[in-house]
């Protein structure tokens, strides 16, 4: 099992910056692959970025590629977002998520979700 706690969320200027992070609760952080998902009012959860167990595979959607960075630090059991140059429609909801074994970008094979953070980028 698998709980996740999602922080940073925020009101900020379109153009600024905001770092979130992820709590995981678990034995083993690094026996998951973790991936940033987003909800905005009105649409479907869709897939922001995603890193493997070590950190060293990433993915990114296209329209964040260039300003969001995701990380993690298993040795804190963290992950990353830091999302750069944010506009009006990077306004969301941002969940991370969790899953066992390997690294994906598809929204359904995430296992455990958190209760997800708001952000919202005026303009």
């Known amino acids: 099992q698998v709980q996740l706690v999602e922080s940073g969320g925020g009101l900020v200027q379109a153009g600024g910056s905001l770092r979130l992070s992820c709590a995981a609760a678990v034995r083993t952080f690094s026996g998951y692959a973790m991936g940033w998902f987003r909800q905005a009012p009105g649409k479907e959860r869709e897939f922001v970025a995603a890193v493997n167990w070590s950190g060293g595979t990433t993915s990114y959607a296209d329209s964040v590629k260039g300003r969001f960075t995701i990380s993690r630090e298993n040795a804190k059991n963290t992950l990353y977002l830091q999302m750069n140059s944010l506009k009006p429609e990077d306004t969301a909801v941002y969940y991370c998520?969790?899953?066992?074994?390997?690294?994906?970008?598809?929204?359904?094979?995430?296992?455990?979700w958190g209760q997800g953070t708001q952000v919202t980028v005026s303009s």
């Open positions: 998520a969790a899953k066992d074994g390997a690294f994906s970008i598809s929204i359904t094979r995430y296992n455990y």
